[in-house]
């Protein structure tokens, strides 16, 4: 079954290679999407692809890369989109 989630992470996760970690384990779990930081400090995720794997990244995102420290995760279903690729954005 295919799933589509957009998550908010909140807490020290800009500076801390988030979006590099977000990226590769999203390649690994053949996710796509994005993931950017957003001006206000938190980071968002747009992840699609089979519900197992989407789960996996959602995972992910609540324990973070070595340096991060997660205060919160926020996690709304999203309509698929069926993106062919995951990529880092910048704003």
Same mark, same amino acid.
């Given at each position: 079954? &295919?799933?589509?989630?957009?998550?908010? *992470?909140?807490?020290?996760?800009?500076?801390?290679?988030?979006?590099? =970690? *977000?990226?590769?384990?999203? $390649?690994?779990?053949?996710?796509?999407?994005?993931?950017?930081?957003?001006?206000?400090?938190?980071?968002?995720? =747009?992840?699609?692809?089979?519900?197992?794997?989407?789960? /996996?990244?959602? $995972?992910?995102?609540? &324990?973070?890369? /070595?340096? @991060?420290? *997660?205060? @919160?995760? $926020?996690?709304? !279903? !999203? /309509?698929?989109?069926?993106?062919?690729?995951? /990529? @880092?954005?910048? *704003?």
């Amino acid at each position: 079954m &295919k799933k589509a989630a957009r998550l908010y *992470i909140e807490g020290t996760v800009q500076g801390v290679f988030f979006r590099q =970690f *977000i990226k590769e384990n999203a $390649e690994r779990e053949n996710v796509k999407g994005f993931v950017r930081n957003l001006d206000d400090g938190r980071v968002e995720v =747009f992840a699609e692809g089979d519900q197992e794997n989407v789960d /996996k990244l959602i $995972e992910l995102c609540r &324990k973070g890369p /070595k340096h @991060s420290q *997660i205060r @919160s995760v $926020e996690v709304k !279903e !999203e /309509k698929f989109q069926d993106m062919k690729e995951f /990529k @880092s954005l910048h *704003i």
